[in-house]
């Protein structure tokens, strides 16, 4: 299997359909222009990806699926569009692109957010309609994700982060307390909800679970550090952000060494959660190829 | 029947509803706390209330609509929190409390109203896994109010607005257009819901659509009148602003005098739909409350 080529074709699928559901959206052109600035700034596409070869590899459709992809696209777009803004991380650059509300100001990029957040909202239950109002998997996977991106997950993650920017509590719960709800919540409801949509058995989708908290947290790791060591022009963003502003991270906390060896303990107990399923390779390969990432 | 023991009724089960949710959320403290702020600040409820009072008046059960009702309160609010901030409308004051920006910043606000929109869809969902998976009509509300909240609906009127304070068109197209989706969409889909979720036939939905779109129309436009003729005291919020701010409304267009008649055939307009539907004293009198409102 080449990994590569594989996340191109399901990124391509997923946004080719999110580009299509907001084209055909009647409304405000300039807010529509900024929900397809950001979603279209060429994203990884890495938990679409994890949506529809979870679904697949389990023996679901692809199609069915497809709608929580491009919903969970979408939110993670939403979340980075206001992380970046002036109030809360105050970034300029994302994907080697001016961010959103450099291009369309702060009050049109506060918008094009809750508009991205609601329009995948409608994907999912236009979703529903389409599969057949019923698919028991289908009303679990929207409810994992619905659970994973709010006040008890992703938004919960991001509000401990900025609180802890004062707080500075300094400490490894914290520290995996904001992860796994910041960056966690959201990549473990992509591999969930692509094996609920599937009407995996329990054992696959609790594999799958272990699996998402696994990799949520190797790809936080690697994340901390390319802020450290990574070549901002390979990555897009702004790097050694984090130690200027005495961010919490796996690198600040640890050290850079540690973290290495940390992010290998991720990447081994990943790919045993998944070992045991058929077809697993994309996942296995994700892993190699996450540990080895750049940007 | 009384009007206001009615909305009161309606209101306090569905604060209580909300407010036991999100207490029972775990997550960041202050979010919840500043979620809560916002939710609990004393609004009208009348988003909720006509939700509930539709699914009564159609013979539904009101427990099975209470999600409904409680998102789209939990929208309304979110909605408010995102408008206030600095870089959209820039008030420090709603309902008579400082706005939520002031007493937790701006970018727990933002959060807050993040993670309102993210509860209020977890709660609908939740809703529909509990009144029993395959309610039709339950889903059809779902994405009544999916399509009514965002990129074609509030969000993009709220777009409309501020562009149009650089723009300035000042023409009743525009006025109409952004009217009816920065307030009027989440209006309509409150009755809708409502409706749909009693499972109610097309032709009571229909009336209680156009009733939303009258309701909506006098709504906003005594809202207009308020900001130009209100008691700052009574109001709870800063008036005079759509003048001063040089704002599209049906004051700045069309002068008080004009407004007041259009807020009159609105009104008549809105009687009138519902007015071969049994039981819609609830809505008949609304609407003489509506328009005879000083706050």
Do not use: W
């Not at 979408?74 to 650059?93: C, G, K, M, R, W």
């Not at 959103?100 to 506060?110: L, P, S, T």
């Not at 909202?121 to 929207?142: N, S």
């Not at 060896?261 to 996450?290: M, P, Y």
């Amino acid at each position: 299997m080449n990994l590569n080529s594989k996340i191109k074709e399901y990124a391509s699928v997923t946004e080719d359909a999110i580009k299509r559901y907001i084209n055909g959206m009647e409304g405000n052109e300039t807010l529509k222009k900024a929900m397809l600035y950001s979603v279209t700034a060429g994203g990884k596409r890495l938990r679409s990806s994890m949506v529809l070869a979870a679904c697949e590899m389990l023996g679901g459709k692809i199609e069915e699926a497809l709608p929580l992809a491009c919903a969970l696209e979408t939110i993670h777009t939403y979340s980075l569009i206001h992380d970046d803004l002036p109030a809360l991380d105050n970034d300029d650059l994302r994907r080697g692109k001016p961010s959103n509300h450099k291009v369309f100001g702060e009050a049109m990029a506060i918008l094009a957010g809750d508009g991205l957040l609601s329009t995948a909202f409608e994907m999912m239950v236009e979703g529903y309609v389409k599969c057949g109002i019923g698919h028991d998997g289908y009303v679990k996977a929207m409810r994992y994700i619905a659970r994973a991106i709010g006040a008890r997950g992703m938004v919960s993650g991001q509000a401990c982060d900025i609180e802890n920017e004062t707080n500075q509590v300094f400490t490894e719960e914290m520290l995996k307390h904001i992860h796994s709800n910041k960056t966690g919540a959201l990549i473990k409801a992509s591999v969930v909800s692509g094996a609920l949509a599937a009407n995996a058995k329990d054992s696959d989708v609790a594999a799958l679970e272990e699996f998402g908290e696994q990799y949520g947290l190797l790809f936080q790791i690697t994340d901390d550090i390319l802020d450290f060591e990574g070549d901002e022009a390979v990555l897009g963003k702004s790097t050694g952000k984090d130690s200027k502003s005495n961010k919490l991270t796996y690198v600040t906390l640890f050290g850079a060494a540690r973290a290495h060896e940390l992010a290998g303990i991720a990447a081994e107990n990943a790919k045993k959660a998944v070992s045991r399923i058929d077809g697993s390779e994309f996942f296995a390969e994700l892993v190699d190829h996450t540990i080895g990432r750049n940007r």
